[in-house]
């Protein structure tokens, strides 16, 4: 159990990844019923607009518009599967793609007429294949700005300066969260137009890094923290054995190395931190203000953090074109993934048993394990 009097901030991390997001929107409802209701949450990409539908609602109404906005996305796409074999479904999950890429997807984007290249240099309509109005409204229709911030969970999305190629974050504890935000953190070329915020001209996050771990656990307090980190590409793999599995393992491999490096690096701070503290207590009086000493002191976060990581695992009909397959058989797989791999988590014996440990990172990846 959790140590009592101890108080953890829930925090939601949620990837990008397109029509993957479903597996993000029943992890959340998993979650809700399980009153773990986030205090934070952030994202990147489709985990920015999952986010924001979270942050945008009071809390009862939230897992109603997360099915709103993906019942409406893939509501021109095939219910159920025609056959229930790997090689017919692979097939129907292709053509569900093909649809995505030629006519575009309900309350997200349609394709540009004329299309960009008949379009004079420069004008933002030559700068993407498909417009993103539909995003506009459908944001506009779900998300209530207004709650989300002045009452809502802190939001904080990533996008990435077009210009300057840095990293930027919209955080509603700074500023005020409009569609924009929400839109430019999605906003992945050359499918989607970049949008000008203030001046300066965003793309999607997910071109530079496609989680928000980072930005959380720097920029947090000091009290504990509770992340889920709900990702959509997983890090392990097969080998391929054919060029369509190459693309497939690629984008999952650039998608989701940023989960693994920055946990990596943050249990690695924690660790050095807690060597330090230990270090500080054995020296002479004479030696502690050493400025050296006071360096090693300072990476200690000195905060404890439990991070789970809820993981898409791809079926083994599913391939590369899994983040723009928007079928209403795929979203609803994804949705119920996404959900019983909450509760396996929640309801698993290391997760029951667990304290918080001050001196170090705890991570749980128990979504595929009943042990």
């Known amino acids: 159990m959790v140590n009592s009097g101890a108080k953890e901030q829930n925090v939601l991390v949620l990837q990008g990844g397109g029509a993957l997001g479903a597996y993000q929107a029943g992890a959340f409802e998993a979650l809700s019923l399980s009153s773990h209701q986030p205090q934070w949450i952030a994202g ?4 920015a607009i999952n986010a924001a539908i979270i942050a945008g609602n009071e809390v009862a109404n939230r897992v109603q518009k997360l099915h709103q906005f993906w019942q409406g996305t893939s509501s021109s796409f095939f219910p159920v599967p025609w056959l229930h074999t790997d090689q017919s479904r692979s097939l129907q999950n292709e053509i569900s793609a093909a649809m995505a890429l030629t006519s575009g997807v309900p309350g997200f984007f349609k394709p540009r007429f004329p299309p960009p290249s008949f379009m004079p240099e420069g004008a933002p309509e030559a700068l993407s294949y498909y417009d993103t109005s539909p995003l506009a409204k459908t944001l506009t229709a779900l998300v209530d700005f207004d709650f989300l911030n002045e009452q809502g969970p802190r939001l904080s999305v990533g996008a990435v300066d077009i210009k300057t190629g840095n990293f930027a974050y919209f955080d509603s504890r700074e500023i005020e969260i409009c569609p924009e935000h929400i839109m430019a953190s999605g906003a ?5 137009p970049p949008v000008t915020i203030n001046g300066h001209a ?3 996050g997910g071109l530079v890094s496609n989680t928000s771990l980072q930005f959380v656990l720097e920029h947090d307090g000091k009290e504990p923290l509770c992340i889920f980190q709900i990702d959509l590409f997983s890090a392990q793999g097969a080998l391929p054995a054919n060029l369509f599995e190459v693309a497939q393992r690629e984008k999952d491999i650039r998608y989701s190395s940023r989960t693994r490096l920055t946990t990596d690096r943050f249990r690695q701070l924690k660790e050095i931190g807690a060597a330090a503290r230990r270090l500080y207590q054995k020296l002479p009086e004479d030696l502690r203000d050493d400025p050296d000493m006071a360096v090693l002191r300072a990476v200690e976060s000195g905060f404890p953090v ?3 990581h ?9 391939n590369q074109s899994k983040d723009y397959e928007f079928s209403t058989s795929s979203m609803t797989e994804h949705w119920a993934a996404g959900k019983k ?8 014996r290391d997760w029951k048993k667990r304290r918080i440990q001050s001196d170090r990172l705890q991570v749980f990846d128990l979504g595929g394990r009943d042990d």
Not at 341 to 348: A, F, I, P, S
Request: proline residues 6%; hydrophobic residues 35%; aromatic residues 12%.
């Open 44 to 47: 990147i990409s489709i985990g």
């Open 202 to 204: 965003y793309w999607d």
């Open 310 to 318: 809820l993981i898409h695992r791809k079926e083994s009909y599913e």
């Open 341 to 348: 791999d909450v509760e396996r988590t929640l309801n698993h």
């Open 306 to 308: 439990t991070l789970v």
């Open 188 to 192: 992945m070329p050359p499918g989607f």
